[in-house]
């Protein structure tokens, strides 16, 4: 398997929670919180991975100038951002546009990853190179607490 296979599979299983958060925007505060919470998790680690194995591979190949690069991980931030300010957000109102907000962002982050960042990868790195950063990936996790 390589690593932009796998970052499509958890994109999918991303597409399927955000289905389900936004079903249940018209809910309480709470109830928003904690399934952004849950998904939270997984999707930090979904970043930090492309950030740390995937991005610096194709860095080297195409600078970090310009290009997608730049755009994903301010998205990245932007995701950050807006769940620790949901968080901190009690008010209803707030918390329905910052839930509203990832929704939107997150969708159209993953849209940019799969139809241009994921091509560029295999094309610029190869299989190898992917499903040896695959390997590295699956020995951090097994690695980790």
């Known amino acids: 398997m390589q690593l932009t296979d796998r970052f499509v ?3 999918q299983v991303f597409l399927r929670q955000l289905a389900f958060l936004e079903q249940t925007l018209e809910g309480p505060t709470e109830t928003l919180v904690a399934i952004v919470e849950t998904i939270h998790g997984p999707l930090e680690d979904h970043a930090q991975a492309e950030e740390t194995l995937l991005f610096p591979a194709l860095e080297a190949r195409i600078g970090s100038d ?3 690069l ?3 991980l301010a998205e990245h931030q932007d995701l950050r951002g807006t769940i620790e ?3 901190l957000s ?4 707030n ?11 997150l969708r159209e982050h993953i ?8 091509p560029l990868a295999r094309g610029l790195l190869g299989a190898d190179h992917l499903e040896h950063l695959e390997l590295q990936y699956a020995q951090a996790r097994a690695g980790a607490p």
């Open 85 to 87: 300010a949901l968080s």
């Open 70 to 72: 730049p755009v994903m």
């Open 66 to 68: 310009g290009g997608p």
């Open 111 to 118: 849209a940019k990853e799969d139809a241009v960042l994921f």
């Open 9 to 11: 599979v958890e994109h």
């Open 90 to 93: 009690p008010d209803p109102v």
């Open 95 to 105: 918390a329905q546009f910052l839930v509203e907000h990832l929704i939107e962002v």
